[in-house]
């Protein structure tokens, strides 16, 4: 196998295909309603890996939030700009960013933390629950699976995964004094000739007032 690519090589590379290539994510559209019907006022919601911005920061933005969503791709901030105007993009790193203590209602991640190490996967999880307002939410959408730094392709490209079971994002955030009030695992099956069938889970964790 070539050389992985970094999530910033593959994602410039991929762009709008990325849509293409994953439509229509039920359990995905399903946490979003669950949040959005939680959430009062105008939150203030961060998209970790924020990609072209549809669907994830487009729903919580049309609910009335004020959503920030941060990208290592140039080309996803990009568009996510042109498709989601309603919402802020920033070129950013999920590994390196860091924000105030208890400045955002929402922290959201889909899909956008198995591009890494569990080293830095563990990192950002750690920090996360600082970031969190009392009551607020981590929102988590990922492929659950023991592995680490595994080779493979997607949609073309060579890249290099890690994740973890469920049960142990799960602990993570019940270790960091979260709550978890939304658990689902969903079988996708997309209809992309290069989208192997995966099982996604979804995870909600709120932070005690």
Known sequence: MTRPET?????????????????NQPGQHAVLDWLVS????????????????????????????????????????EIARAQVPAARFELADLRTVSYPAGSWDVVMTFFSLMQMTRAEVDAVLDRIPAWLAPGGYVVLGTVPADVSEVD?????????????PAEVFVKRFEAAGLE??????????????????EVQLYLVARKPE
């Open 7 to 23: 999530p910033a090589e593959v994602f410039d590379a991929l762009g709008k295909d990325y849509e293409a290539a994953f439509p």
């Open 38 to 77: 939680r959430l009062a006022g105008r939150a203030k919601v961060l998209d970790l890996g924020s990609g072209t911005g549809r669907p994830v920061a487009e729903t919580v933005a049309a609910a009335g939030h004020d959503v920030t969503g941060c990208d290592v791709s140039a080309n996803m901030v």
């Open 152 to 164: 493979f392709v997607f949609l073309g490209h060579p890249i290099r995964s890690s994740s973890y």
């Open 180 to 197: 978890i009030v939304y658990w689902e695992q969903v079988d996708y099956v997309s209809a992309h000739s290069d989208v192997r069938p």
